[in-house]
């Protein structure tokens, strides 16, 4: 079965980095698709970036220019590096993804746990 842990959030100032971590484990044969959401108290969860097994990759208006989403197979790790943060960028990030899991084809998908992202002024 597969498990997916979110890392690297924490608190940064205006203006920092930081490079989130959805890691899966379990037998996986590739990564198909992932996304981040993220969501802050009071707001609705939102898209921020997204990418799927073809290469195509999207970006919410908010954070295009200043979040790159990666992957890396061998590691089966997607990496979501955010750069010139701001404080409305505070949220809770949230891994969601679709993974090949047999030969046959057969895929999983599902949600992290979450890592909680703060941006100081």
């Known amino acids: 079965q597969v498990q997916l842990v979110e890392s690297g959030g924490g608190l940064v100032q205006a203006g920092g980095s930081l490079r989130l971590s959805c890691a899966a484990s379990?037998?996986?044969?590739?990564?198909?698709?992932v996304d981040w959401y993220r969501q802050a108290p009071g707001l609705q969860r939102e898209l921020v970036a997204g990418f799927t097994s073809g290469g195509s990759t999207n970006y919410a208006d908010s954070v295009k220019g200043r979040f790159t989403i990666s992957r890396d197979n061998a590691k089966n790790t997607v990496y979501l590096q955010m750069n010139s943060l701001k404080p409305e960028d505070t949220a809770v990030y949230y891994c969601n993804g679709e993974y090949l899991i047999s030969e046959d084809g057969g895929t999983w998908n599902g949600w992290g746990q979450g890592t909680r992202v703060t941006v100081s002024s």
């Open positions: 379990g037998r996986i044969f590739r990564i198909n698709a």
